[in-house]
């Protein structure tokens, strides 16, 4: 069974630009969560999405948002990008009600 | 809300030497699971071990083996034989159980592991 996958796994930007990743979860999966990991603030929770819906948020601005498709696959995007956004964004797929996330590789974003 | 705390940023142990990793949390649930990540230098987030709240006996994985306290709301991670490939990051993780308003996952800071050859 494929794992988790994300896309891209590199990105470059620079302040103002947005930038939308995509995260591709296990089949058969419905719940897809975000995470971004910096140094300083270590693992911090974005958002959730289980059946296109998203049951939880984080504790970040506006300029972070997502989505997911029927087929359950998920992007998030961030609008006027800042250079304290540069970060490991990680995505994680789970059954619901699984107690158990499977993570993807994760994408490197870089903010210039 | 509920918070981990790991208190140990950075430990180092000997190769074939016992390390143990200390984690607390807070919470007032009592339906709820916890877990031991890895991050090696590859950034890959890796299932470690897991343990579910109503059950008292600890879970054990192969080398990993945890000591689940609920009462002192303590959930140590004991690595046995340690390897170098154990060399990572560490995460301690809390999930309650899933309700309507999503799953919860709350991770510690992490404690950077170092295995020496």
């Known amino acids: 069974k494929a794992g988790v996958t994300q896309t891209p796994r590199y990105l470059i930007k620079t302040r103002g630009q947005q930038v939308t990743l995509s995260c591709s979860p296990i089949?058969?999966?419905?719940?897809v969560s975000w995470y971004q990991q910096t140094p300083g603030q270590g693992l911090q929770f974005l958002f959730e999405?289980?059946?296109?819906?998203?049951?939880n948020k984080g504790n970040f601005p506006g300029r972070f948002s997502g989505r997911q498709f029927s087929n359950s696959r998920s992007e998030m995007n961030v609008s006027t990008l800042e250079l304290g956004d540069s970060a490991l964004y990680l995505c994680?797929?789970?059954?619901?009600?699984?107690?158990?996330?499977?993570f993807g590789p994760g994408t490197r974003l870089t903010v210039l | 809300a509920q918070t981990v705390t790991q208190s140990q940023p950075e430990m180092s142990v000997q190769e074939a030497e016992t390390v143990t990793l200390s984690c607390t949390y807070d919470t007032s649930e009592s339906n709820y699971y916890l877990f031991w990540y890895k991050q090696p230098p590859s950034r890959q987030m890796i299932l470690v071990i897991r343990?579910?709240?109503?059950?008292?006996q600890n879970a054990t994985e192969n080398r990993f083996s945890v000591n689940f306290q609920k009462a002192a709301k303590s959930f140590s991670l004991k690595i046995s034989d340690s390897q170098l490939g154990d060399t990572a990051m560490y995460f301690c993780?809390?999930?309650?159980?899933?309700?309507?308003?999503?799953?919860?996952?709350?991770f510690g800071p992490g404690t950077r592991l170092s295995v020496l050859p």
């Open positions: 994680a797929s789970s059954f619901w009600g699984g107690n158990e996330q499977f």
């Open positions: 089949s058969g999966h419905r719940s």
């Open positions: 993780a809390f999930m309650k159980h899933a309700t309507n308003y999503g799953q919860n996952f709350v």
């Open positions: 999405y289980f059946s296109e819906t998203q049951r």
């Open positions: 343990q579910e709240a109503y059950k008292q």
